[in-house]
């Protein structure tokens, strides 16, 4: 009796330790194809991403340079050779070329650094473009956090010089860069991309966005499974 | 051969010097389409909330007296006035032969009854061929506010009312067209016109295009578009800066600091820029509620920018309170100025964000003034802005001034422009002319052939 009982414990431990190695190994296995495949997604996701800024960012420098080409734009910068400008005469400028041009924000900005006429924020003019070091003009698109009246954006900038005599004229323009921005991105099935806009001193889930707008009550509701990622 | 030709040249040119001559000199007859941004449900005159159609209830109504370009009373209704001492009690006598757009004349009995409408605090009767107004203080600026919109001479009647007025309506419905034809028997003499046609409820655009179709020979013009209206080749008339823009607080101030502070916020404003760059000029900068046209004192209110100031009294001020601006959202001028308000104060170390909706601490309002007569019109306009009611003792300048000033002192309101009306006029309406209220004078206007 006592033989059996021997025999069939080292049978049950054998079969236990057979089954949990065959459990582990398949566990592991699964785990690690999920973990490439996923790690693979969010590669391609990222590529996607990359790709989809640059080209958004060719498209805000084409644009602006068209504008800096434009009749309109060297007649505003003869103006400003001539001397002060009047600001009066190109207060709705921006805005309509604005329009025009598919631009979200775009200003019209002098050698100081003066803004002429701003699409964003009309009652800018004279104000002085901060943010923008205009000694040195970077060639490419840029992030830049805008200021607007009642809150603060995220955009996409570039900016072109027209200089007709001694004083230049700054064309700077720019996309926001915003929920539909991400629902432009084709995302796998399954797969979800946060953006956190960085415009505050601290987080805010406000500044965390998705593809719908406000990311914060569905990560709430979502109990923060999925993996927000952040470029700015 | 026999020279007929010469007789024959001057016969020509005799008719058509006179064809000519009939093309330029006034005559009876045609339509007049006016269009216009408001679009009042009613034609009642002493509906308070119908400020900007009171050039409606001019072609109407007409009030016992009016003013004249200077402001002085004249003759309307009532052929003469008189108040007895203490100016409390007046005496108004009415001219004989007017008839309502009915046809029932125009008695005291009917003039006291309207006036009774108007204003149900006066004692208003009629006694003989004369009305008698009695006030519970003295009233020594009666003559010029019986001249307002809301004391014009209506019968009302079963749900109708009927004026004196030189037009009669001929079509009305609420909010969306008025017909008005001439009166034959107007007291005054038949308006050139035959008619005029106003189509209501169009914003301004939409009756610029009207204007330029040739759909409409008289527009209403937005302040900062009329210049820019008239470098385009179109007739821009235009008032007296009659219309005051302004930030008003909805209470009074709490506390020293919250005084302090909105001194800080009235110095920091660059009126100027808003004037020239936002309204192209189409106003004034103003640091009193009254334009200086109209008292020759504005000028001893400031309304410069003192940023310097400004900082200087932010700075004795321990925590400041960021306030809401609210604007109305139609106006996209009014959200550029609101816009420059908040940049302006933020220069000054305060914050102002602004808003479309309710509840803000202070609004950005524009007020028309009702009246060219500086009393009336500062009371209409303490009325308009919820602040208490200015007290004269006399008609003096001096009094005037202490009374604008009491208002001012009261922080609830920060002057910010005085604003000019403007009118895009058709080239075929001759002898228009507005008024520095911003009031049309029409009683000469007749309307040429059209140019091909």
Redesign the interface.
Known sequence: MIFRRKLLAVFALTVLVSVAAVAWSISSLTRRAFEKASEERTAALVAQFRREFNRRGEEVARRVGTIAGSEGTTRMALALSHGSPD??AY?NEARSVADNQQLDFLEFVDGQGTIISSAQ???????KESLIPMSAIPKDAFLKQEDL??VAALGLFAVRELTLGEKPLFVVGGRRIDKDFLASLELPAGMRAMFYQNLGVGFSPLFLIDSIGSASSSLHSMGARSGAWSCA | MRPTGFPLLVVSSLLWAVSAGAGTRPHYGGTLDVQMQAAPVSLDPSDSNQLDCRNLFGLLFDTLISLDEQGGPEPALATSWQSEPGNQRWRLFLRRGVTFQDGAPVTPDAAAASLRKANPTWKVFSEGEAIIIERDSPAPNLPAELTLPRNSIVKREGGKISGTGPFAVSLWDPGKRLSLTARDDYWNGRAFLNAIEVEMGKNLREQMISFDLGKAQVIEVAPEQAHRANAEGRRVDSSAPVELLALVFGHDPQLPDDGRQRQALALSIDRESMNTVVLQGGGEPAGGLLPNWMTGYGFLFPAALNLAQARQVRSEIPHTTSWTLGYDPADPTAHVIAERIALNARDAGLGIQITSGTGADLRLVRIPLISIDPQIALGELAAGLGLSQPKFASSSVDDLYSAENKLLQSQRVIPLLHLRMAYGVSNTVKHWRTGRDGNWRLANVWLAAEKP
């Open positions: 600001y009066s207060l924020s009309p009652a800018k003019f004279g104000y009246p009642d």
